[in-house]
Structure formats: structure tokens, C-alpha cells
């Protein structure tokens, strides 16, 4: 399976992004899809994931009440709608997928990793 990022730009502190990650050579149907950030001098973090049959969520504290991930099973895809976007948003965005959701070290149960699309929040 190979993951496909895109949607990332630069916007103002407060604007919103809609990113999409995209499948090929497979399809999402059993697995967990999630999205990671990595800033410049710091490490790959997790952000969100959606079991993709059942549709459960899973936030970063810093996140919730202004990102959502969500499916669209008809595109294959998983998207992260980003709100209320502040200057600490600013990395470059990796999806990835997996078997299974672990709340410790979410990005060691990947198996799949996309290549990432930056985004830059400006203040």
C-alpha cells in the first residue's frame, strides 16, 4: 500500500486546511489510518487517527475541538480538517496506516508511512 499526503500550504493563525490521504495499491477497508506531524528540530508526533471499518477517533490533547479526521469510503481516503490553525501547527504532516490503535507510541504500530506535505501557519 502506498499513502499519498496532500492539502498542505501556508495559511494565517486562525485559517483552516483540509488534508487528504490517499491509498494505492490497497484500500483502507481493516485498517487504522493516522495522521503525524514532525517540526524542525523535534520529533514525529501523533495528531489523529479513525479506525477505518468502525470509525472510532483518537486526538492529541493540543487538537481536539479543532481538528477532525474523518473517512470517505467511497474516495478511499482519510481526511484531517484543521480549524482554528495556530503557529505550533506548523510541520510537515505524514499519514500513515496500521493494524491496530496504541495510545503509547501511537507511530511504532504503522506499517505504512505517505510522504509528507508541509504545512506553515503564520502568526
Known amino acids: 500500500v502506498q499513502l499519498q499526503a496532500s492539502g498542505g500550504g501556508l495559511v494565517q493563525a486562525g485559517g483552516s486546511l483540509r488534508l487528504s490521504c490517499a491509498a494505492s495499491?490497497?484500500?483502507?477497508?481493516?485498517?487504522?489510518v493516522g495522521w503525524f506531524r514532525q517540526a524542525p528540530g523535534k520529533e514525529r508526533e501523533f495528531v489523529a487517527c479513525?479506525?477505518?471499518?468502525?470509525?472510532?477517533?483518537y486526538y492529541v490533547d493540543s487538537v481536539k475541538g479543532r481538528f477532525t479526521i474523518s473517512r470517505d469510503n467511497a474516495k478511499n481516503t482519510v481526511d484531517l480538517e484543521m480549524n482554528s490553525l495556530k503557529p505550533e501547527d506548523t510541520a510537515v504532516y505524514y499519514c500513515?496506516?496500521?493494524?491496530?490503535?496504541?495510545?503509547?507510541?501511537?507511530?511504532?504500530?504503522?506499517?505504512?508511512w505517505g510522504k509528507g506535505t508541509q504545512v506553515t501557519v503564520s502568526s
Open positions: 500513515a496506516a496500521g493494524r491496530y490503535y496504541r495510545s503509547t507510541y501511537p507511530q511504532g504500530a504503522m506499517a505504512y
Open positions: 495499491g490497497g484500500t483502507f477497508s481493516s485498517d487504522v
Open positions: 479513525i479506525e477505518y471499518s468502525g470509525g472510532r477517533t
